[in-house]
């Protein structure tokens, strides 16, 4: 079992930064895929960024340039620094774990963030 628990989520102001944490715990070794997620009201989950085996990236075309994910290894810990912070980011984010070409295995409880216009 792998646990996950993200933090970092807040209100922001349009054109502001947060950064989201979501620390890994349990058994992780198996685990070399991270995903960002992220559900607006009325909508459905959609996938945000993806950090494969600590180096290979990819994002949402709507945040391309914008977020960027990265994990910290000896932490155990995967980050998704949010920056120019728009009003459609509203959302519960939610961190995802997984083995690579499998879905989503493990999910944290999501962190709230709220962008002002």
């Known amino acids: 079992q792998v646990q996950l628990v993200e933090s970092g989520g807040g209100l922001v102001q349009a054109g502001g930064s947060l950064r989201l944490s979501c620390a890994a715990s349990?058994?992780?070794?198996?685990?070399?895929?991270f995903d960002w997620y992220r559900q607006a009201p009325g909508k459905e989950r959609e996938l945000v960024a993806t950090?494969?085996?600590?180096?290979?990236?990819n994002y949402a075309d709507s945040v391309k340039g914008r977020f960027t994910i990265s994990r910290d290894n000896a932490k155990n810990t995967v980050y998704l620094q949010m920056n120019s912070l728009k009003p459609e980011d509203t959302a519960v984010y939610y961190c995802?774990?997984?083995?690579?070409?499998?879905?989503?295995?493990?999910w944290g409880q999501g962190t709230q963030v709220t962008v002002s216009s």
């Open positions: 995802a774990a997984r083995r690579i070409f499998r879905a989503p295995e493990y």
């Open positions: 950090i494969i085996n600590g180096d290979i990236t």
């Open positions: 349990g058994s992780t070794l198996s685990i070399n895929v």
